[in-house]
């Protein structure tokens, strides 16, 4: 597998990771009253916010296209930019505060995808072909 298409099955893995762990809040009842009240946390739930969080969540499903299609030149900060970006995001969140198991669980994962994305991005060279070689994080 290329660099470009391992990139881009990261960004999917982190995307479903996002899902799944939205999907699990859900299912707990105390997350699911807190965000019914329309508040959680001090966060007011509101359009503006919902929109922001949507402007957010689409970075990653973006990246999932932008690595396949973008020359490595402009693909390569916007991985460093945007892997950098969201795990800022999620060390917040869970540094916030008031987070469940199942949120640490799967707030983990997404923070060492986005640090290996990040790392992948990093290291790419302009001749990189991953599959001559067996590629490995170290």
């Known amino acids: 597998m290329d660099t470009k298409n391992l990139l881009s099955t990261l960004w999917v893995f982190?995307?479903?990771?996002f899902i799944f762990c939205d999907v699990f809040t859900l299912m707990y009842s105390?997350?699911?009253k807190r965000i019914l009240t329309g508040e959680v946390d001090g966060i007011l739930l509101d359009q503006t916010f919902l929109l922001s969080f949507a402007i957010i969540m689409e970075l990653p499903m973006m990246m999932v296209l932008l690595a396949r299609f973008l020359p490595r030149r402009a693909s390569r900060p916007l991985h460093l930019v945007v892997s950098a970006f969201l795990t800022f995001v999620q060390a917040w969140s869970i540094l916030a505060g008031g987070v469940t198991l199942h949120y640490w669980f799967f707030s983990i994962i997404e923070i060492t995808a986005?640090?290996?994305i990040f790392i992948l991005a990093w290291r790419w060279k302009e001749d990189d072909n991953v599959s001559s070689k067996t590629?490995?994080?170290s």
């Open 14 to 17: 982190l995307v479903l990771n």
């Open 114 to 116: 986005c640090l290996s």
């Open 30 to 32: 105390e997350d699911l």
């Open 135 to 137: 590629y490995v994080f």
